[in-house]
């Protein structure tokens, strides 16, 4: 491990904890513009951080193309564990 890797480790926690709200826009819990800003530029330098917002994106694409075909309790499901994998480390 890089030491600029352990240095933005922190900074890796603060923007995985807020990403599902940065992808999703989700208006109940808005960032304000220097949130969006932060969370923007990290994902423009961290590897992994930027990694994993393009797997929940590729994910959400995947399942709004079969959103017809499978039920809201899967989707809540597949949802909340997105959400748990984008908090934890």
Known sequence: MKISEVMSMPECRWVRAHLTQ???RDPSAPLSDEELA???AHIAICDRCSAI???YRETARALSQYRKHIDQDS???LSNSLK???SEN
Do not use: G, V
């Open 22 to 24: 940065y992808l999703d």
């Open 38 to 40: 932060r969370i923007q």
């Open 53 to 55: 917002s393009e797997d």
């Open 75 to 77: 989707i809540e499901r």
């Open 84 to 86: 748990k994998l984008t």
